[in-house]
């Protein structure tokens, strides 16, 4: 169906005061992403002519997160409630007939669950349709007044709950569809008789019923499609159900996820058939993983882009780095952002790459910092090798050719060749190019004195001698113990 007829109204003017956040409430995070980025995303498919953001708290900054997005902005200043900030966008909807209206702080509902809204909406020729929902504690959101099994007649804030009216448990969850020609002069009516004297937009469909107007409630299949995050601890739980639904889609996809309740993953992450996630890791930004990789307990993933048959060991940091077809890195890796790991390249523990190239089949197993560096193929980076690459002021290149042996504990400063095939003899701390299969070697010539340490020792044992013996001389006579008194 074409939504041509209809504008999508955002209201992320709040501050979020029960948050406790110098943060507006909407640039919180659920799921890797805002709660107002979430919204718009999921809207984005009803194909709306418009989507317009009620912007206040931190304007600026909601403004930088959604129009990206194709949405566009009003800005509500001062926020005088739901229905002042709805009154605020009217000049932004230009011809819509319809508006889906929803709060910036409920981001786990669906399109379908949007599309059903507004198909209930049209079908049934309605002012208003609410998107409700029926809860086991109702508390804190607004309740749904029933007049008949279809028709609403009004919407109760918690605050002006009748002893009755807070037996109801179908809540309102803040989404609706209106009608926007029957929407105006009702709102228009609205008075802020509250104690926060705000405009509640919810007032306006006790004005609609009292019109003999028709609003319709449609009831969520997932209630928890419409949590909304007041809280700290609603915040946490959205973000549960965020990473709960990527997971499950993983796992659909051919992904084994062990422990998933252990396991974050951001919305945009991907992984192939038959790759298998231990607990507690965490794949995060724009990460691709390919087919049968294993990436074990305790490993960070970000913005990593991974070939197929790819081991990370437990503990392994990534950032923003290419790994091919056949690469091992770990237990205990750092790979700073910018490195390319070519196929079969294995980096073991506790060695740290930044923007670096390791080549095909190439290994640093031990201990070692690389750094700007190009390394070709089938080389051996010793344990404990460093390429110094800073100065104090810049930074320098390190290039290492294919089949190079490199002896552990060497230094490389940069910047420095190593030509294809050549050695360098453990130890060395080079600072001139080594050329193609020769040995660098840079370091203080070994010198074995025979007996000298017996010989040491003996003089050590002479000097001691009376030492001793002056000791015992001068020893007080031992004082009787404290039981030896008391006899
Ligand atoms: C609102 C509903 C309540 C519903 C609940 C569902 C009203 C009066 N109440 O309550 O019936 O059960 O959502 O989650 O609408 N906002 C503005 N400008 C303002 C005030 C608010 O843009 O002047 C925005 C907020 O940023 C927020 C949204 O409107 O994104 C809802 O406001 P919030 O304060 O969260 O309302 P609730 O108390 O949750
Ligand atoms: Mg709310």
Not at 97 to 103: I, N, T, Y
Not at 230 to 245: G, I, K, Q, S
Not at 303 to 325: F, Q
Not at 437 to 461: F, S, T, Y
Request: glycine letters at 8%.
């Amino acid at each position: 169906m074409s939504n041509n007829d209809l504008a999508i109204v955002i209201l992320a003017a709040g501050k979020g005061t029960r948050l406790k956040s110098s943060f507006a409430k909407v640039l919180h995070r659920a799921g890797g992403r805002t709660l107002v980025e979430n919204i718009v995303r999921t809207c984005a498919s009803l194909k709306a002519r418009e989507t317009v953001v009620v912007v206040g708290h931190q304007a600026e900054q909601v403004a930088a997160v959604v129009e990206p997005l194709d949405a566009v902005t009003v800005l509500q200043q001062p926020q005088k409630g739901t229905g002042h900030a709805m009154q605020v966008a009217k000049r932004a909807l230009g011809r819509a007939k319809f508006a889906v209206v929803l709060p910036g702080d409920a981001p786990l509902v669906r399109t379908e669950t949007l599309k059903a809204l507004v198909s209930a909406h049209r079908n049934g020729n309605a002012a208003a349709t609410i998107l409700s929902a029926v809860l086991a504690d109702p508390s804190g959101y607004g309740r749904v007044v029933r007049k008949s099994e279809t028709a609403v007649s009004a919407i109760v804030e918690e605050s002006q709950l009748t002893g009755e009216q807070r037996e109801i448990n179908e809540i309102n969850s803040a989404i609706y569809c209106f009608t926007l020609e029957k929407l105006w002069p009702a709102l228009a009516q609205v008075k802020p008789n509250n104690t926060h004297h705000e405009l509640y937009l919810t007032d306006a469909i006790a004005v609609l019923n009292s019109k003999g107007d028709t609003v319709l409630a449609q009831v969520a299949a997932d209630s928890r499609e419409v949590l909304g995050c007041n809280t700290r601890a609603d915040l946490a739980e959205v973000d549960r159900l965020f990473r709960e639904r990527k997971r499950n889609s993983l796992m659909d996809d051919g992904v084994t996820i062990q422990l998933p309740e252990t396991v974050l993953i951001d919305p945009e992450v991907a992984a192939g058939e038959d790759t298998v996630i231990e607990p507690g890791v965490q794949l995060l930004g724009k990460t691709k993983i390919g087919a049968r990789c294993t990436i074990r307990t305790g490993s960070v993933l970000t913005d990593a882009i991974l070939g197929d048959d790819v081991i990370v060991e437990p503990h392994c940091i990534v950032a923003r780095s290419r790994l091919d077809n056949g690469v091992i890195i770990g237990p205990f890796a750092r790979l700073r952002p910018d490195n390319h790991l070519k196929a079969g390249a294995r980096i073991g523990n506790f060695v740290e790459l930044k923007k670096s190239t390791i080549g095909e089949g190439t290994k640093a197993m031990h201990l070692s910092y690389i750094g700007d560096a190009k390394i070709g193929t089938k080389s051996n980076i010793g344990a404990g090798t460093i390429t110094c690459n800073y100065d104090g002021f810049h930074k320098y290149p390190t290039s290492i050719g294919n089949k190079v042996f490199i002896g552990s504990d060497s230094a490389l400063v940069a910047p420095v060749k190593v030509g294809n095939g050549a050695y360098i003899a453990a130890g060395s701390t080079i600072t001139e190019n080594v050329p193609s299969d020769g040995l660098g070697i840079a370091r203080g010539r070994q010198v074995n004195k025979p007996g000298w340490a017996a010989k040491k020792r003996r003089e050590l044992a002479a000097a001691e001698k009376p030492k001793k013996a002056a000791r015992r001389h001068n020893r007080k006579p031992r004082r009787p113990t404290k039981r030896g008194k008391r006899k």
